[in-house]
């Protein structure tokens, strides 16, 4: 998989004018909560380590998000583009933008990169992804968008919601997007996201039968081409930490910052969405053997390098 790197001045534009300037973020606290982390066991970093470590995993965190969701929502527009019958399957999709949350995830990028002491570098989004999300079919394409949303709104109330320790203005930015996925504004913005979640679950319950085993074949390849992307970002994630401490990581202290933030990007966007109990119970309307499946799924994922 071929991966560029680029860094946030030439990837990053400042916010749209009438939203303010980006927010002052407090390097001296933890971004991310342990229950993402997973850093607690990492042995060979020392505290203030694992805190930078945390942070430069944030600022990643938030980028892969914002390059798996526009991935997605280009991918959804393209293939609905003059099929009929396509865009009829992704109208929950169609209908409402309801992948729009970049403003606020690039008003924090700029942040991050105004406050960390070196600059952050990022994955781009790959042809390898590009080309799954293209040849996937649309109702596997309706399954990781379900996957996104219900990942997202687990990620806050179960992990950050009401842990006082962490950087306030990163839990705000994780707030916000659990805001708009799971609907709680009011008004016309409460009904877009509501319309936009129960269309995916209506859309894939019923979905026709024969259709069903491409989807999850489908949504299984998608994953794995999102595993190669985490994969890259660990890589890059080491680079950053190693310009952090100011010196070259020796091979154990590389393999081991890339071993576990890795290992915690696919905890955090992969292995959490999958076994979700909202999304676990919405894909059985896939077919009897649609658990077993999904189960399979973070199997293989585990056995990968």
């Not at 916010?15 to 606290?29: I, M, N, Y």
């Not at 707030?175 to 009904?191: A, L, N, Q, V, Y």
């Not at 999958?274 to 199997?299: D, E, K, Q």
């Amino acid at each position: 998989m071929r991966v560029i790197k680029v860094d946030a001045e030439s990837r990053m534009s400042e916010p749209k004018s009438g939203r303010g300037q980006p927010p002052v973020l407090d390097l001296s606290l933890y971004f991310l909560p342990e229950g993402l982390a997973s850093l607690t066991p990492t042995r060979v970093l020392d505290d203030a380590e694992r805190r930078t470590l945390n942070q430069i995993r944030a600022a990643g965190y938030v980028h892969l998000f914002d390059l798996f969701e526009t991935a997605l929502s280009v991918a959804v527009r393209e293939r609905a583009h003059g099929d009929f019958q396509v865009a009829e399957t992704l109208a929950p999709l169609l209908r409402l933008d309801v992948f729009d949350h970049h403003e606020f995830f690039r008003s924090f990028e700029v942040a991050f990169a105004n406050a960390f002491p070196v600059t952050p570098v990022y994955v781009t989004r790959t042809d390898d992804l590009s080309q799954t999300f293209a040849h996937a079919s649309p109702l596997a394409l309706l399954v990781f968008a379900l996957h996104l949303k219900l990942m997202t709104q687990q990620h806050y109330l179960a992990c950050v919601r009401g842990d006082g320790q962490l950087e306030p203005h990163f839990v705000k930015l994780l707030k916000d997007h659990w805001t708009i996925e799971c609907g709680t504004p009011s008004g016309r913005e409460r009904r877009v996201t509501s319309e936009s979640l129960l269309g995916i679950q209506h859309a894939l319950a019923h979905a026709l039968p024969g259709r069903l085993p491409a989807a999850l074949r489908d949504y299984r390849l998608i994953v794995f081409a999102c595993d190669d992307v985490l994969r890259s970002q660990a890589e890059l994630d080491a680079d950053v930490f190693s310009a952090a401490r100011g010196r070259t990581l020796t091979d154990v202290e590389r393999s081991t910052v890339v071993a576990v933030e890795a290992a915690a990007y696919r905890k955090i966007f992969l292995t959490i969405g999958i076994v979700n109990a909202a999304f676990v119970y919405s894909t059985r309307s896939l077919g009897p053997t649609a658990p077993a499946m999904l189960a399979g799924i973070v199997s293989a994922l585990g056995q990968r390098t």
